[in-house]
T-cell receptor
Framework: AQSVTQLGSHVSVSEGALVLLRCNYSSSVPPYLFWYVQYPNQGLQLLLKYTSAATLVKGINGFEAEFKKSETSFHLTKPSAHMSDAAEYFCAVSDRESNYQLIWGAGTKLIIKP | DAGVTQSPTHLIKTRGQQVTLRCSPISGHKSVSWYQQVLGQGPQFIFQYYEKEERGRGNFPDRFSARQFPNYSSELNVNALLLGDSALYLC????????????FGPGTRLTVL
């Protein structure tokens, strides 16, 4: 069965520092991979998606993620953190085996220190 | 274009009551999915509908039911509410539901007392 693991329920970085949020997945067939962001008391907004094209995916707000099949990873990065990036980030996977239902990680809360 | 809309935004019910949540997808989207998000956790899949047919169901009791209408809007019903049903209920729409990319509404915050 598919699963998604996000390492670190909370990640704290200083403003201007590199952001790295980790996501590992398990899937027996080629997956679609997603990162969503959720601001307090709001719904989920798609940051970026991997759908078997380029392995380096660029998203909104300066975020990007790299699909590494050998490591079954899809880590999210941003070169320079901004205060407005403080939110909860969710990694999700879907594939034919799951009937394209989204399987979610538990989320990582990103804290930005001034 | 309008995004996914959900109503109501907040709801307070007591144990044993029934609730109906509503969702309107993005224009042109034929698939609607429902998720439950308990505070501090990731979303849990409840239902997916496509062209008014149930395409998938998560591990939720029969107290949860849903339907999709000809205009592709959807309702989620929960009967015999329990305290544990308190959560943010998210609706997401997609064109076909086969690529996984879904667009989410703001959610309905349900509190069961």
């Amino acid at each position: 069965a598919q699963s998604v693991t996000q390492l670190g329920s909370h990640v704290s970085v200083s403003e201007g520092a590199l952001v790295l949020l980790r996501c590992n997945y398990s899937s027996s067939v080629p997956p679609y991979l997603f990162w969503y962001v959720q601001y307090p008391n709001q719904g989920l907004q798609l940051l970026l998606k991997y759908t078997s094209a380029a392995t380096l995916v660029k998203g909104i707000n300066g975020f990007e993620a790299e699909f590494k099949k050998s490591e079954t990873s899809f880590h999210l990065t941003k070169p320079s953190a901004h205060m407005s990036d403080a939110a909860e980030y969710f990694c999700a996977v879907s594939d034919r085996e799951s009937n394209y239902q989204l399987i979610w990680g538990a989320g990582t809360k990103l804290i930005i220190k001034p | 274009d309008a995004g996914v809309t959900q109503s109501p935004t907040h709801l307070i019910k007591t144990r044993g009551q029934q609730v109906t949540l509503r969702c309107s997808p993005i224009s042109g989207h034929k698939s609607v999915s429902w998720y439950q998000q308990v505070l501090g956790q990731g979303p849990q899949f409840i239902f997916q509908y496509y062209e008014k047919e149930e395409r998938g169901r998560g591990n939720f009791p029969d107290r949860f039911s849903a339907r999709q209408f000809p205009n592709y809007s959807s309702e989620l019903n929960v009967n015999a509410l329990l305290l544990g049903d308190s959560a943010l209920y998210l609706c997401a729409s997609s064109r076909s539901g086969t690529s996984g990319e879904q667009f989410f509404g703001p959610g309905t915050r349900l509190t069961v007392l």
